[in-house]
């Protein structure tokens, strides 16, 4: 076992079977469809998410992991052989998530585990946890894997466009007057991550128009060296093939580049049609 175990949460949406692979402990959010709780990724996964969204008689509501949730998983990993717990998640202004792990860890003893604010969701999250894993895998103390997991999300941008704010604005991750830009008729906004908080970026008028835009933001942020690349979306899948397939014509420096679909928990705070575009540079 290495001297440091990953754990992340399931909003990291890391390709099937890779936590697996690299001994990556997730705890999943749960979602709340009408009367019926689940785990995200689990018992309700991104179909019927988009089916219960479709329903507008069905309430979909979101909740974080609870501490004990995590001291059982932090305990497992510390019973089972390892030094230390290096737990990376979504970021703080968007969920209490974060939060449920660092009172956790205090309840376990916050020397031998650290707790690190992706500032960021989706495979922005994932490439931060991803860095983690690969830190623990040679080796590193907990220290050293947590700065390699605050590294990668100090370089990532994560751009997105959504159908309507409605569902961000419900959920509280966007204010009510930033939510105005897109009210009008035949806007759609795009958004991007900012110091962990969504904030409004611009606003054009069509879907073609705003995969075309995701790809340019992204070309600029991914700059002339080595980058990582992901594609998210909600019910979009042949959208999101397609910025993948001009993102490869654009960056001839791709390391990995992803494409996936949104779990239950993110997809429903923005709803069908997201589109989104993770960009790190190789540091």
Known sequence: MPVAVVVTD???YLPKGVAEERGIRVVALEVRIGDRVGREGIDIDAAELSAALADRR????????TPAEFIA????????GADEVVSVHLSRELSGTWDAARLAADEVG?????????RSTGMGLGFAVLAAAEAARVGSPGVEVAAAA???AARCRLFFSVETLDRLRR???????????GTALAVKPLLHVAQGRIVPLEKVRTTARAAQRLVELAVKAAGDGPVDLAVHHLAAASRAEEVAARLRERLPHVARLLVSEVGAVIGAHVGPGLLGVVVVPKG
Request: with cysteine; glycine share 10%.
């Open 58 to 65: 069905l309430d979909v509501q979101t909740s974080r992991p």
């Open 110 to 118: 916050s020397e031998r585990v650290h707790v690190v604010d992706s």
């Open 73 to 80: 998983c932090y305990r497992a990993a510390l019973d089972g």
């Open 10 to 12: 399931s909003t990291a």
């Open 171 to 181: 959920g509280g991750r966007i204010g009510a007057a930033a939510a105005l830009v």
């Open 150 to 152: 605050e590294a990668v």
